[in-house]
């Protein structure tokens, strides 16, 4: 995290620096889901970036400007991600944004990234984030096809070639899911059992009964 963010205020200088008045902060905005069913990442994920911002703030700032943390938290709600977006974009005048926290988010947000031309580093794993290859937009994290792989990779290494796969229905889940089947295939992996849930599902009894008398699981 901190690498990379370090990365995005040097791109965010060179394209700002010109522009803002020296006694002016480098206004940074960011989208984090603190709450809801994303939380146990975004969380963490405000936390760090308010310390470093601080921790940067102290030795000085970036290329003699403070920085200005702008943080709305969007509850993993792709909807809020974009309200919280045009504010950042149209009301707040960032230079840069960090985030969303997951993929759906992002994806829902990119539009409103390459219209504005304002550079965007999520912080979420889906591959149609940056496959194929948008302006404007990067992200931090390993795609969900390198998690994929490695699980894979773990699978074979222990003569495991008949799987069962429960996938979320979520932007992360949808993509993990087709990323999964690809990589699978792809190692002569075979999934015998293709489940689904909810992001308001609790109890995945019905799905996890059919894994378990599907044969050869």
Not at 62 to 83: M, R, S
Not at 97 to 114: F, Y
Not at 175 to 199: F, H, N, P, W
Request: with cysteine.
């Amino acid at each position: 995290m901190k690498s990379m963010l370090l990365k995005m205020l040097a791109i965010v200088v060179l394209f700002w620096s010109g522009s803002v008045l020296a006694e002016e902060p480098i206004r940074i905005g960011a989208l984090v889901s603190a709450t809801g069913p994303a939380s146990f990442i975004g969380d963490p994920e405000l936390k760090t970036l308010r310390h470093y911002v601080q921790k940067i703030n102290d030795a000085g700032g970036v290329a003699g400007h403070k920085l200005e943390l702008i943080a709305y938290d969007t509850g993993a709600n792709p909807k809020k991600a974009v309200t919280f977006a045009k504010r950042l974009l149209y009301k707040d005048k960032v230079a840069a944004i960090i985030g969303p926290s997951t993929t759906g988010e992002t994806m829902a947000v990119i539009p409103l990234i390459q219209k504005s031309k304002i550079p965007m580093l999520s912080m979420a794993g889906g591959v149609p984030i940056i496959d194929p290859v948008k302006k404007w937009v990067f992200k931090i994290v390993a795609t969900d096809r390198m998690a994929c792989r490695k699980i894979m990779e773990h699978m074979k290494a222990h003569q495991i070639s008949k799987i069962a796969m429960l996938s979320g229905s979520g932007g992360f889940g949808k993509s993990m899911r087709k990323q999964c089947k690809m990589v699978a295939k792809d190692m002569g992996i075979d999934i015998l059992a293709d489940e689904t849930y909810g992001k308001k599902d609790t109890d995945m009894s019905a799905q996890l009964l059919k894994i378990k008398n599907t044969p050869g699981v």
